[in-house]
Structure formats: C-alpha cells, structure tokens
C-alpha cells in the first residue's frame, strides 16, 4: 500500500496498548441486507485514539490520522476551522486525514493527543508534530504564530532525541525521549514544566526549543511515562514510583501538602517527593486538578481535587458479617497507646495480643475499634491493621500533613488472639475497642 508521497509504507510499531474501537461509535449503521462488499466500505480498525478540549483523533491500523470536533484555530490539522463530525451519520471515510509534508515519507502516526484548540501527535521515528493554537509556545514550533494547516510546519518539535511518548495538557506538551529523559514545552504556569521558569512560554520566539532543558528527575531516575495535567504533571519513574510537579492548591501532586514545585530549579530532581502508595504503579493519567495511578497490586489510587468525586475513594474489604453472625458491643476499652514510649515507623510495625485484654473475651474472630494516628511524619504514610500473618497491600488509615487523624477499623484477629499495626511513615497510634465478633 502507498501513501499520498507516492512512497511503500514499511512496517511499524505499533503503541505499547492498542485499542481496537467500537466501529459503531462512528460509522452509520450498515443496511439490513448487503448485496455485496464491494459496495461498503470496510470498517476500520483502530490502534490509538487522543481527545483535545474540544477535539477527538484516531489512528488507523496504516498509521493515518483523523480528527473531528472544533476545528477553530487549526486543532484538526485539516487547514480547515470548521466543526466536524456534529451531524448524524458521520463516517471516517468522510474526514480528511492529517498530512504534514515535512514529515518523513515513510513515517506513520502511532500516539496523538489534545490540547486547548491544539492537537500533537507522535510519528513512529520518534518526531513530534503539533498544530492549532501557539500563542504561549505550545506547538514548539519557536513561535508565538498560530498553524492552521500542517503544510506550515517545517520540522519537527526540537527535543534534541527522538521521542517515546507525549502528552498534552491544556496548554503545555511533555515528552519522554529515549534514554528516559523528559522535556515539556509551552506555558510554564506554576512550574508545570518542571524547569523554574514559571510564566514563562517556552517553545516560543522569546525562548526556543534549544534553550529548554530536561527535566531534574533525581539521581539516576529515568522515566517511563509522562502525564501532563491542568496546571502541573507527573511522571512514572523507572523504580516504579511517581513524581509530580507545578500547580498544587488542590493536593494533586500527592505528597501531602499544598506546596507547588517546579516553579524553582531547586524544588526539582532529589528534592522531588515520590507519592506515598501502596504498590508500585504501572500506568498514570493526570487531570486538570487531580491525579490517578493503577498499582501493580489491580488497586486504582488518585489524589486531588474531588468536586465532582473525580478523586474516588478507595475502599478495602478486609471481610464480612456471616447470616446469624452478631457483633457484641461494650463502652470503648484503651488496648493500645504508644505515646508514652516511641512512634511506631517508619516502616514499623507493632504487634498486639488482644484476646484477653482489657477484660476482651477470647475467641474474638474480629475487633471494632477507633483506631487514631497522631504526632505523624509530615511526608504523610498510612496504617494497615491485620490479623498477624502475611501483610495485605491496603490501608486501615491514611494520614498526610494533618497531626492526628482517626478511622472507625474492622480488624480480624488471628487464631491466637493477635491483632498486628503496621505503620508506613511515623506515627503514634491509639486503638480502642468497642466490639467483637466471635
């Protein structure tokens, strides 16, 4: 098969997860009966789709490029600012593809993603190409003008290697290059390009490509993914931890606090504080003021804004009440209380024989107690009670920068009689009982 320069396509590489799409999203349903296949076309199949502010894009299985939606300043990469796909029936036969002439003839598209009225996408030669809305650098293209039309574009964004990955926010871009280096280009607002030149465009006219540097990781980190969110972003590290930096009112760095980085050099690379999970994480996505990552464990974890429960809540199932099964209850017995001696942590863990205790019955198969941290370490941790044997991957109570924090916890109690605290971070902790099941 050829492309429009005239030139065999050659074989590519295809994106670490395809997605094949529902073809019925956007194709018009075919007739009842069909006389024969030449008179339909056949449906596509899809390896990865990328969403703008007001735009979506596909590519196809050939490496073709097409996007619907607002074409206003260029985002569709058609030359044309017309709104496309808003009537019924639109099919992809119908939507002209992306072509950018000062791309190599043999090179496909494998990754595109959106932003505010500009769009990027990623060749498999490791290029990266945008157009659309320019007027704080986000194109990098060293200009502050508007590309309407592919055609304008003569070279590619200059991020001095080649790419792996993009992302796009609403008005700044990142990449990962290979080596594991991370560069991002356009409005610097509140450090969310990660280089201390927060209100700072760059990629424009006044700062160029070549004068942006990569992104401080730390000491030999690499980067395996990068997420760009609203006003800040994040990056999977190749320890399989997270970092994030810029924009922070609303806890979506997940460190704890509300403390912006990335608008000085120096609260960048070993000063960056990875997000305090459970498990390593395999996959991220930011948002405009949130964040979420999936462990290596199955669990879903995100932190931040929750206007609209977009931060979720994560609920761990240590059990369940049996048909006939009663839970016994009692005024509250102290059965445990470290602030007389040390903090348990960091990474510590404490173990409590509880049958028997306090005037507790043996044979309790659980306990309901109010379970309190306090006097934690600021970086923030979690606790995870549990019956003594091999350790679950969840947490009983989460704690931040806030100095004491309680949760009402169901714990399971071990054949003989244990009940075990484990404390990632530091913290005091008060434990009081209210009920049992037997």
């Known amino acids: 098969m050829t492309n429009p320069h005239g030139s065999r396509r050659r074989p590519r590489r295809l994106p670490l997860r395809p997605l094949l799409l529902g073809v019925a999203l956007i194709f018009p349903a075919l007739p009842a009966a069909i006389a024969s296949a030449a008179e339909v076309e056949v449906p596509r199949t899809f390896n990865a789709i990328g969403v703008g502010s007001s735009t979506s894009c596909a590519i196809d299985v050939d490496g073709d490029l097409r996007c619907w939606g607002a074409g206003s300043m260029g985002a569709l990469g058609t030359g044309s600012t017309a709104t496309v796909g808003s009537g019924s029936g639109t099919a992809m036969a119908d939507l002209d593809a992306v072509i950018v002439p000062a791309m190599d003839a043999s090179a496909r598209f494998v990754a595109v993603e959106g932003g505010v009225q500009f769009t990027c996408a990623l060749d498999d030669l490791g290029s990266v190409w945008c157009w659309g809305r320019n007027e704080a650098g986000q194109l990098g293209l ?189 005024s509250p017995v102290r059965v445990l209380d470290t602030r007389d001696g040390s903090a348990i942590g960091p990474d510590g863990e404490l173990w409590l024989r509880i049958a028997g205790a306090a005037g507790l019955p043996n044979g309790m198969r659980a306990v309901a107690m109010n379970l309190t941290a306090t006097s934690t370490s600021g970086a923030g941790g979690y606790v995870t009670v549990f019956p003594c044997g091999p350790r679950p991957v969840t947490s009983s109570l989460n704690f931040s920068s806030a100095p004491t924090v309680a949760n009402a916890v169901i714990a399971p109690v071990s054949a003989d009689g244990m009940v075990c605290f484990h404390v990632v971070g530091s913290a005091h902790l008060i434990a009081d009982v209210s009920g049992w099941v037997r």
């Open 142 to 330: 060293d200009s502050d003008s508007l590309s309407l039309h592919p055609e304008e574009i003569l070279a590619p964004v200059d991020l001095g290697a080649t790419a792996e990955s993009i992302s796009v926010g609403p008005y700044h871009s990142c990449a990962v290059l290979t080596g594991g280096s991370v560069r991002c280009w356009g409005l610097d607002h509140r450090g969310s390009l990660g280089v201390g030149f927060s209100g700072q465009s760059l990629g424009s006219a006044t700062s160029p490509m070549a004068s942006v540097p990569a992104v401080d990781l730390g000491t030999d980190r690499v980067a395996v993914e990068v997420s760009a969110g609203g006003q800040h972003t994040c990056v999977l590290l190749d320890d399989a931890s997270v970092v994030c930096w810029g924009a922070n009112s609303f806890g979506q760095l997940g460190v704890g606090d509300q403390v912006e980085r990335g608008s000085t050099p120096d609260s960048m690379g070993d000063a960056l504080v990875a997000v305090d999970l459970p498990a390593g994480v395999v996959s991220l996505s930011s948002g405009g003021e949130h964040t979420c990552a999936a462990l290596v464990d199955g669990t879903l974890h995100c932190w931040g804004l929750n206007d609209f429960g977009q931060a979720h809540v994560i609920v761990d199932i240590m059990g369940w009440f049996a048909a006939g099964s009663d839970l016994e209850t009692r």
